[in-house]
């Protein structure tokens, strides 16, 4: 849909004839897709909807910007390339993948000192479950 087809339809063309609203209905889609994008591209190596979350913001942006939904478009065809190309690869090459996605997690929760708040429940204060960030609790 171009600009003008947008501008002529629903609350598009009521915005179209108040440029403030516009211009603040604009900032508040760019807000909020690129948060939610940013959220996605966090999420992208944890197990989850991460993916889906990138797809989900750069949609939200793509209603109102046009470089967004060219975006959108190369993302879900590199997306689909990935996806396909896992599926052709041996058992060894998918726990490779498979390894790579845990190591990440494992990282980031000890880096962010989730085993030592873990190890803390159950009574286990080892100094390597500490996180490098934020040091020791006490």
């Known amino acids: 849909m171009t600009t003008e087809q947008r501008d002529q339809a629903g609350p598009r063309k009521w915005f179209s004839r108040h440029p403030a609203l516009l211009l603040t209905y604009r900032i508040g889609v760019g807000v909020i897709g690129g948060l939610v994008l940013v959220a996605g ?3 992208i190596p944890y197990p989850g909807p991460g993916w889906l979350v990138v797809f989900a913001g ?3 942006l793509a209603t109102e910007f046009a470089w967004a939904g060219r975006v959108l478009k190369f993302a ?9 190309w896992l599926k052709r690869q041996s058992l060894l090459v998918k726990g490779l993948v498979i390894a790579g996605t845990c190591a990440i997690v494992l990282v980031t929760c000890w880096l962010l000192g989730a085993f030592s708040l873990v190890g803390s429940w159950v009574g286990l204060d080892w100094a390597w479950l500490e996180s490098p960030i934020f040091g020791g609790r006490g």
């Open 41 to 43: 591209v966090l999420m």
């Open 58 to 60: 750069l949609a939200i």
């Open 76 to 84: 879900k065809r590199y997306y689909d390339a990935w996806v396909e």
